[in-house]
């Protein structure tokens, strides 16, 4: 079993930053793919960005690229969401998640959340 603990969300003004935090219970070795998911108050959880856990390389949602950057440490076992510039539409529950490799194959993990509130 994988464990996914967020980190770093909380109330921020209009236009600050916050740096999200996700440790995983195991290494980045059995780990292929992590992502940051959010869901705002009466809508659909939608997919924010997703980085290798090997290379890192990264996507992102189109509308959310420019303000957004994934990162990891592959040795914390520690992903990372910097959000700049903030704004009332980002406030939201974001979620961490984890695609399993090796050991943890064909498996799927999530957090258990972290809110983030943006006051106008």
């Known amino acids: 079993q994988v464990q996914l603990v967020e980190s770093g969300g909380g109330l921020v003004q209009t236009g600050g930053s916050l740096r999200l935090s996700c440790a995983t219970s195991?290494?980045?070795?059995?780990?292929?793919?992590m992502s940051w998911y959010r869901q705002a108050p009466g809508k659909q959880r939608e997919w924010v960005a997703t980085?290798?856990?090997?290379?890192?390389?990264?996507t992102y949602a189109d509308a959310l690229r420019d303000r957004f950057t994934i990162s990891r440490d592959s040795a914390k076992n520690t992903m990372y969401l910097q959000i700049d510039n903030l704004k009332p539409e980002d406030t939201a529950v974001y979620y961490c998640?984890?695609?399993?490799?090796?050991?943890?194959?064909?498996?799927?993990?999530w957090g258990q959340g972290t809110q983030v509130t943006v006051s106008s």
């Open positions: 980085i290798m856990t090997d290379y890192g390389r990264t």
């Open positions: 195991v290494s980045f070795l059995n780990i292929y793919a």
């Open positions: 998640h984890a695609e399993g490799t090796r050991n943890y194959r064909g498996r799927e993990y």
